[in-house]
């Protein structure tokens, strides 16, 4: 068979293809000689011959492939059916003895040049040579109408923009009567006053939340999206009004330069206005508008111009505002959104696959590929784009910015660089050249600078000072390093203001009773810090600890956990330039609370360093003894034995209250895995006979662990149960809340081992209510893993499962490594009692014996008996060749992984 010209016009000659794919209007592939192909074997194979030819000289990964054609599909089964489409059009187009079409190896497709022609192609080749006639002529209709994958719409509306824009612009036909004389060229039609904007490029959202907005278009006559610089807004609202139904009015007003009311009146009449001059007033062209007004960029104008909106509003009962602005308005009856964000990303162990469809990560490699064709998401790179869409706060316009500096930048360089807090000059390097309809936008400095210059000077100010905060704070400690002069309430205003002004963003609450948390961007907060002087950084310092330690040292009986939490991580910044001496009164002074929450590896670590140069003995005993007990909270065994016993040896030289709580440091370290139970005995009973009279805390913890002695290592349950009696009477006279309450699920629990089930779970309902009120989500942790294990007992293993993971849950919301070991070795007990649950359980408790002995030190007899019974019962419910290989599997997993798996059936 000979190929044909094909019907395409071409711009210059060339070699004509040996076939002719049309996607304009239908879906033909034309070989020449009359042979035309209007069947295809599969949707698959038009579509990835359709996205070949759309992208002629592209080379086509594999996994892009797959993920386009098959959304979702586990990678070996997409891999092994593109194998068979591909073998299809290879049958296709190249029949024995043809000339190759296609070429392919293990990682990518392409089409060999020359090979294919197609329509849509040639459609774009003629608009660049300005054929426009011809370009006409070929456009048959729509892209690959009747196909609704995500791709072919978005290229759709693509090429019917460009299509609209080539039929606006064609002169109109001469009238009948018109004068035989030459007319000139018609200039270039512009889009008439107040059109939407017209997009080339694909828009990406949560499809959910996407989904409420167009509801609530329904249930409002005046909606404002209200969101930071480069959320999406203005994109947002053209797609909202373009999902209206045919033949509702839109007009678009673009107000980005309008700052008075002047202009803000002056822009809304020239879109109103007719293509003939009127001198009808502007409230009376409102009044009998029957559609929707939207409103771009509202945040420059004055309060005036909300007044003026209501008014508009009030008077004119058919029409209809949609508002994107950057601060909120006060404007009655308004429904104020925010633009859909685009989700919180994947797990980071998440699969490729899914990472690829989250709407953020989509929307980066989408525009990456814009400037570099052969960028995809791999193994290789898919932890720094993760990473980078994280640090952009998945702000389309950052992403967008930020994605176009790919070209030469690799995304793990880019991350390295726009995280580099002490240099702002990487809010310039996320950006793209200066145009004058860009001025605000052109680069992540000017998308904050455009709201910053909207601020008071106070509220400058005071966010050039949250600035210096990288993790979430609380209004507290926002007072604790804002000018004094600024009192709580006006504090709050201001906090208030900050968010409406899209500079801060308010968190929500994971759980009742916590405080309002707040955080800036990453953009926004080295914007901030760029504002402020050395000197200024450095009397923020030292605001920042004396705030957290002043605070702490006026605490209750009962610590504030839940502020406590939201303050702790601003400890590592508050360490820069501080001394062994206030490292240690803030340990002291913090130690109450340091008994359940949990410092990072990197702020114990400056804790360790600085402690030796505190020169007060009793201080440097009760810090140390403290900094002991959070590396054991930590897993870090070994440093929490030498920082104990160094706790010991510093109280020596101090008074009998630090020796006591060094004792009881180094017997809550050594009790559980001790051997040598009358050694044990000793200590504790010196201990308990050197404890102060006012020190009733410290007598409850040590009763705590006397209790433990005498059940687990003499097996007397009697003594044990007098010990934890006598314990919580002691925490009630201390009048620590979170300490009585451990006391009592101690009791709770010492009950169900004693076959007291009803009382057992009665007192378990009643700490973890009372643990939820006081915001302990450590012991509600273990309030789940004593209930799950009650259940076993009464032989309810499913029931016992789904507490247990709840279990794993709450300590692994609150990152309690102790709480989150205890709990992923107990359930395995449930899940190798339940069908079809026994590899899982097998896994699960091979990597909780790992991670205990390394972290919590060597399993006891006891626990090794335990494992052993588990793994027999494991093997006898499949192969044991297999348990064999699910056993030595699951111990490498990281914690992260164990915790997923942990709950992915719940």
Known sequence: MQPTEPAAPEPTTRAAPRWYLRLLGGSTLDGGQGSELRRWPSRAALLLLARLALWPRRVHPREELVELLWPGVATDVGRNRLRQVLSTLRALLEPAGAPAVLQADRHALRLLPGALGCDAH??????????????????????????YDDWVVDERLRLQALHDRLTERQPEPPAAAAAPHPQPAPELSRPRRGALPRYLSRFFADDIALSRLRSALDATSALVLRGPGGAGKTRCAVELMRGLPPGVPVQFVDLSACSDLAALEAAVSAALADPTPTAQPLAERLAATDGWLVLDNFEQLPPAADARLSQWLQTSPLLRVLVTSRRGLTLAGALEL???????????????????????????????????????????????????????????????????????????????????????????LVGRARSAASERQASLRDVVAWSWRLLSPPLAALAATLGSLSA????????????????????????????????????????????????????????????????????????????????AETWPPTPPLSEARTRLPHLGRALDDADGEVAARWLAAWRPALQDLHLDAPTLTRLQALLPSCTRPGLLSEATAALAWQWHLAGHQAQARTQARAALSASRRAGPPARTLARWTLLALDWRTCEDGPRLRRHLARALAAVPADAASLRAQLLHIAAGVAEFHDHDAERAGQALQQALAAAEAGGNAHLQQSCRL?????????????????????????????????????????????????????????????????????????????????????????????????????????????????????????????????????????????????????????????????
């Open 472 to 551: 979430p704070f609380s209004r507290g400690l926002a007072q604790a390093l804002a000018d004094p002069a600024l009192g709580p309430v006006a504090l709050a205003a201001a906090l208030d203001e900050l968010v409406s002004q899209s500079l801060l963003n308010s968190l929500p609450t994971a759980h009742p009773g916590e405080p309002a948390r707040y955080l800036m961007s990453v953009p926004v907060r080295q914007f901030a810090a760029a504002q402020l002087t050395a000197d200024e950084r450095v009397v923020l310092r030292q605001r920042l600890r004396t705030g957290l330690l002043d605070w």
């Open 746 to 906: 101690r009791l709770a629990t010492w009950q169900a081992r004693r076959h007291q089930a009803d009382e057992a779970l009665a007192g378990l309902d009643a700490v973890a209510r009372q643990a939820a009120l006081l915001g302990d989500w450590e012991v509600l942790s273990s309030v789940h893993n004593s209930r799950g294990n009650l259940l076993l007992r009464l032989r309810r293993p499913a029931d016992a499962a789904t507490s247990l993971r709840e279990a794993v849950r709450q300590a692994w919301a609150v990152r309690s490594g102790v709480d989150l070991a205890y709990a992923l070795w107990n359930l395995p007990r449930a899940l190798v009692r339940l069908p079809g649950q026994a590899p899982l359980a097998l896994q699960l408790l091979a990597f909780a014996a790992a991670w205990w002995d390394r972290h919590y030190g060597r399993l006891t007899a006891a626990e090794r008996r335990f494992v052993r019974r588990v793994r027999r019962l494991a093997a006898a419910k499949g192969e044991p060749a297999l348990a064999r290989r699910l056993w030595a599997s699951a111990e490498g997993w990281t914690l992260d992984e164990a915790v997923a798996r942990a709950l992915a059936n719940d």
């Open 122 to 147: 040639d459609f774009e080749r003629l608009l660049s040579s300005r054929r426009d006639a011809d370009a006409l002529a070929l456009y048959a209709g729509e892209l690959l109408p009747g196909v």
């Open 338 to 428: 925010s633009p859909p964000a685009l989700g919180p990303l994947p797990a980071a162990d998440a699969a490729l696959e899914v990472l690829a469809r989250h709407p953020a990560v989509a929307l980066f490699v989408d525009r990456a590929r814009a400037v570099r064709p052969d960028f995809h998401l791999t193994p290789g790179n898919a932890a720094a784009v993760r990473a980078l869409v994280g640090a952009l706060d998945s702000l389309p316009l950052a992403l967008e910015l930020a994605a176009a500096r790919v070209r030469s930048l690799p995304p793990a360089e880019l991350l390295t660089l726009l995280l580099a807090d002490t240099d702002s000059a990487s809010l310039d």
